[in-house]
Every structure is written in structure tokens, then in C-alpha cells.
């Protein structure tokens, strides 16, 4: 019954070859234990919080598909075409029935399952992932249904870095390694986890100070990062991609003094014709609110996008990193206007179907 955490994963640099893994793709997904007894379904998020509402068609595909009484652990996802779309997904969060309805319709969700938690009154959790992966494929034996799948699996480190390189371009975030001899422990990180590492350079466009900062100790809080893409009328326009923000005190307070030259009032600024904006906007500029900044702060000190930095980040979210960008070093060497969106092209050489071994 719930509320149970799902079982977590710890970071790697590369995929294991010391043997006693089973492998599998790293969804770019909703993690999502699914609960069902009889015509009841409720599906929880990775902290337990309910997702039954905004995933009805996955709730309905899972009532008619899976055995009366089962729970799974898996990965609600949005696939369009071959690729998966995590901020397509991300829309399904909306307080709007009707919007979510419409959203189900318009591009339904999908669930993969990869383990197995309990099958009518026999609990799974105690038994190794070996047990728990064969009874989950034989509970998935013979279903029909394009909404609800089994992931696929190997045991062959080669074939996992495979999949680490070819699906990247699926929208796929690397690749999972389990041990085949555990059990299943509810939070608690025994899987390994091996996720893409890329880097880019970018233009530091303006910076927010610290919420510690005073006027007699000045600290920098983030940097405001853009990349240069066409506007409207062909010319470069240097659009918003992300931040980076993990610096210590002492890094605050220097990265703070060596920004004041570059201080530029907003008007002779790139981003000053977003100012007057009081609402959040499809580019998603800084300075403007939207729904899950209510309250915040969001006013930032422009600089003149002279300096070019190098980041690491793990994944896009449309046209932006998803998350906080790592601070790598400067790059002098660099134009701030040759720094462009095209050395965030993914590889394009992947299946999705390969990845869902079930229907």
C-alpha cells in the first residue's frame, strides 16, 4: 500500500564491466509507482506526491492492461515521434482539468515499467532483481496496449554503451545499472546511475546577487548565461539559455567585483526591451515571472555580454539547460557572438522502439 519511496541511484562516471548489472536506458520521465487494485489506480510520484490526476489516459491504459492487483515502479514519459519530450511532459502539471484533458488528448503520456514491487498478495520486495524482472516480464507476456510498456533490459555492458551513445538523441538521459543479486530498497541508493556529460560556451549576460548579500559584503548569487541565435530579422540575438550558480563565499565575493566593469544600464542592454514585461513570456526571460516564481525576486544587474565562460550541464529543456549550469573556467579565447546553439545539437542516430520491449 502506499506511500512507498522508490528504490534510488548513485552517480558514475562510466558503465560498470565487472559483471552483475542489468542495464537500462535512464528515462527522461516522470518517475511513477503505480498502485492497482481492481478498477482502483493511483500512480505516485519519486516523494510519494499523488499524479493520478494529471495522467488520466495512462491511468485508464493501466486499469485495462495490467493483472487485478499489482504494483510497479516505472517512468510516466511523452514521446513524439521517436523522442521523448520532458517539457511537453512538464505541462501535464496544471491545475486545469480541462487543460490536462485536453493535454491527455493532444499528446498522451505513456508509462515504462522496470520493476516489480508486488503481483496479487505476493510482495516482490525482498527478492533479487533476477526474480523481480522475471515475473515482470511474464506479467507483461502477452498484453496488448500502445500506452503501457516493459522497458528492455541487458545484462551486456557493451550493449549498455551502446544505448549510452545512440539514444542520447531520443531524448534519453544515459543509462541505469542494477544489481542483479538485490532486493528492491525503498530509498536507498543502490543502483548506479550514468548520465551524459557535456559542456558549452556561453556569454555571461548579467548576474542576481546573493539572498546573503549586503551592501557592505557584496556577493554574486548567479550569472545569467545567454547564446546567440537569429531573430526575427536574421540578425544574431543573444537569447537566454540558463544560470550558474554553485560558488563558494569567497568565489561570490570575487566573481561579484569582477563584474562591476561590465555593469551596464538595462536600456543599453540586450535583454532591455524584456523589461517592460510583467508576466512570463514563450522565451522565458529573466526578470519575468511565471506560475512557479510567484514571490521571488527575479531583477537581475545587466552586464555587456563581453565575457565568455565555458559550463557543464546535463540536459535541455527546449531551448534552455533544465538545471543550474557548473562554472567550468573562462574562455578568452573566445567571440561572445561566434557562441551559438549549434554546439548543442544531440545525435540523431536512434530507435525509441528498441528501448520498450513491451507492446
Known amino acids: 500500500m502506499p506511500p512507498i519511496l522508490p528504490m534510488l541511484a548513485k552517480p558514475v562516471k562510466n558503465v560498470p564491466t565487472d559483471g552483475g548489472y542489468a542495464f537500462e536506458p535512464k528515462w527522461d520521465g516522470f518517475r511513477c509507482i ?3 487494485d481492481g478498477d482502483e489506480v493511483e500512480l505516485a510520484s519519486r516523494n510519494t506526491k499523488p499524479l493520478t490526476r494529471y495522467f488520466p489516459e495512462v491511468v485508464e491504459a493501466l486499469r485495462e492492461t495490467l493483472p487485478e492487483r499489482i504494483v510497479l515502479d516505472g517512468e510516466i514519459f511523452v514521446a513524439i ?18 487543460r490536462i484533458d485536453l493535454l491527455a488528448e493532444e499528446t498522451p503520456a505513456a508509462y515504462a ?14 527478492k533479487p532483481l533476477t526474480e523481480r524482472r522475471a515475473a515482470l516480464e511474464g506479467v507483461f507476456d502477452g498484453l496488448e496496449g500502445r ?21 542520447e538523441g531520443a531524448g534519453l538521459d544515459g543509462v541505469m545499472a542494477k544489481p542483479l543479486d538485490a532486493p528492491y530498497a525503498p530509498d536507498k541508493r543502490t543502483m548506479l546511475k550514468i548520465k551524459h556529460a557535456r559542456t558549452a560556451d556561453v556569454v555571461v549576460a548579467g548576474y542576481r546577487e546573493h539572498k546573503t548579500s549586503t551592501p557592505e559584503k557584496p556577493l554574486l548569487g548567479s550569472l545569467l548565461l ?3 541565435a537569429p531573430g526575427e530579422d536574421g540578425q544574431p540575438e543573444l537569447q537566454h539559455i540558463g544560470v550558474s550558480a554553485s560558488f563558494t563565499a569567497a568565489r561570490r565575493a570575487e566573481l561579484w567585483q569582477e563584474m562591476q566593469e561590465l555593469v551596464v544600464p538595462i536600456e543599453e542592454h540586450p535583454w532591455g526591451r524584456w523589461s517592460e514585461f510583467l508576466t ?3 522565451d522565458r526571460v529573466p526578470g519575468t515571472q511565471s506560475r512557479w516564481s510567484q ?17 557543464g550541464y546535463d540536459h535541455m529543456e527546449g531551448r534552455r539547460f533544465r538545471h543550474t549550469a557548473q562554472f567550468k573556467r573562462w574562455r ?14 544531440e545525435p540523431v542516430a536512434y530507435d525509441l522502439s528498441e528501448v520498450l520491449g513491451g507492446p
Not at 515499467?113 to 525482498?126: K, N, Q, R, V
Not at 514571490?295 to 565568455?308: A, H, Q, T, Y
Open 147 to 167: 500506452s503501457v510498456h516493459l522497458c528492455t533490459t541487458t545484462t551486456d555492458p557493451e550493449v549498455a554503451q551502446d544505448w549510452f551513445t545512440r539514444f
Open 81 to 98: 515521434g521517436n523522442r521523448l519530450e520532458f517539457e511537453v511532459l512538464q505541462q501535464r502539471i496544471h491545475p486545469a482539468k480541462s
Open 34 to 36: 503505480v498502485f492497482k
Open 280 to 282: 512570463a513570456n514563450p
Open 332 to 345: 578568452p579565447d573566445r567571440d561572445p557572438e561566434s557562441c551559438g546553439y549549434e554546439q548543442l545539437e
Open 226 to 228: 545567454g547564446l546567440y
Open 113 to 126: 515499467a522496470f520493476d516489480l514491487l508486488a503481483l496479487g498478495e505476493e510482495s516482490f520486495l525482498d
Open 295 to 311: 514571490g521571488k525576486d527575479l531583477s537581475f544587474v545587466p552586464l555587456r555580454p563581453e565575457r565568455v565562460v565555458e559550463v
